[in-house]
């Protein structure tokens, strides 16, 4: 009777998940900020013209270039702190921009390129690595009552661009520091 219950045993299957990694990702701090992304708090869309294909003709080619802003305010810093925007994609291109997650009708060969514009400058962010945090921390003096972190989002293409509909996600957070 052992030999039969070890026999029904090794017959059940073994099931190894190699895909089984949760990220839990957080921060403890002694101060809090609300943020608003053009104007608007919790999930925000933020709506790029509609480009023709032919803008998009070939690799490298952008289109539809549009501003977006998070504004950081009602913080509750005791003492200076200084603060940075941390945003996350929910997937990526081999290049690094935003993969075009729209599942009816996507367009192909076309991502969402993010440019960071702090300090009036044109840095575009790759997110190969995965996060990116802003190079340039903000001192938040006491009492300070909002900073702004400016972005553009716009079309990228990796190839001659078909036309379809473009969709993609960033999730994003304060560091402090």
Do not use: H
Request: charged share 10%; proline share 5%; with cysteine.
């Amino acid at each position: 009777m052992k030999i039969t219950a070890l026999g029904i045993a090794l017959m059940l299957p073994f099931v190894v998940y190699a895909d089984n990694t949760v990220t839990f990702l957080g921060e403890v701090s002694d101060s809090t900020c609300n943020v608003t992304v053009n104007g608007t708090t919790g999930n925000v869309s933020v709506l790029l013209p509609t480009t023709p294909a032919g803008d998009l003709a070939e690799a490298a080619k952008t289109a539809g270039a549009t501003p977006f802003k998070f504004v950081v305010g009602g913080c509750t810093a005791a003492t200076e702190k200084t603060v940075g925007m941390r945003l996350v994609p929910v997937s990526t291109t081999t290049g690094g921009n935003l993969k075009n997650l729209a599942t009816a009708n996507p367009a192909d060969n076309v991502s969402i390129q993010i440019i960071d514009n702090y300090n009036n400058g044109t840095s575009t962010i790759n997110f190969s690595s995965g996060e990116y945090v802003t190079p340039t921390l903000v001192n938040l003096p006491t009492g300070t009552s909002q900073l702004e972190f400016p972005f553009t989002a716009q079309y990228y293409a990796t190839g001659a661009a078909s036309i379809g509909k473009v969709e993609t996600q960033l999730q994003y957070a304060l560091t402090y520091k």
